[in-house]
């Protein structure tokens, strides 16, 4: 590849870059992105036209706007509160067998298509405050480190179990691009429906690794609660 062709590629360099320096994510994306377009011979005002109309049209980022501010208003009038007093009542629940049994339905609804948690939405407001609450059920107020453990561990169960499970969905835009970019390429006979069936083995492994992991969480806090206590 020659020099010119190689331009569209300047974004990714900027984005390991930014997110090496620890740069606003929203702004190392939309550098990247105008990066890119510059570099793929687009016009300026045909750049900025192309980002207003996906910017218009991706719907999830609607819902996320209409979200946060509801959010917010409910998180105001105690619903973090409210959660951890709740699963504070269940003598059994442990901050690791919650979030195990969410990351499992997590992984499931997403293979499903079915839109039932998100940080915004789920984590942040519900889950994280049941997680903590469950925690000073049996070890007491989670000092700072707990917290951040747990909400590390909150985040990275959503993450995890979206991702892997988004992909057995056939009519998944990921599973569509794979199916489209196979046939352009003169690779026939792959089906949405078989890149889809590819993907269960993956989420279950992972439904094994990462259970296993979060399985451990209950011990880390342990450990955290103690290390505090000696010092």
Not at 58 to 81: S, W
Not at 195 to 211: D, M, N
């Amino acid at each position: 590849m020659t020099g010119p062709e190689l331009l569209p590629l300047i974004g990714i360099p900027i984005v390991v870059a930014g997110f090496a320096l620890k740069l606003n994510p929203m702004l190392v994306v939309m550098a990247a992105g105008i990066a890119t377009g510059l570099g793929a011979g687009i016009a300026p005002l045909d750049l900025l036209e192309l980002i207003g109309e996906k910017f218009l049209g991706a719907r999830t980022l609607v819902l996320f706007l209409l979200v946060l501010p509801i959010v917010g208003l409910v998180e105001r009038y105690g619903l973090r509160e409210q959660a951890a007093k709740w699963i504070a009542r269940f003598r059994h629940a442990s901050a690791g067998r919650i979030l195990l049994v969410y990351f499992l339905i997590r992984e499931i609804t997403a293979a499903l298509n079915i839109p039932l948690g998100g940080h915004v939405s789920m984590v942040r407001p519900v889950l994280v405050p049941m997680l903590e609450g469950a925690a000073a059920a049996r070890l007491g107020a989670p000092s700072s480190r707990m917290a951040q453990r747990i909400r590390a561990n909150a985040a990275a169960a959503e993450n995890i179990g979206v991702f892997f499970g988004q992909d057995i969905f056939i009519a998944f835009g990921a599973v569509l691009l794979m199916d489209a970019f196979l046939r352009e390429n003169g690779i026939d006979g792959v089906e949405p429906l078989m890149i889809g069936l590819w993907g269960i083995p993956s989420a279950i492994a992972v439904a094994l690794i990462h259970g296993w992991r979060i399985s451990r969480l209950d011990a880390a806090l342990a450990r955290d609660a103690a290390g505090e206590k000696r010092e």
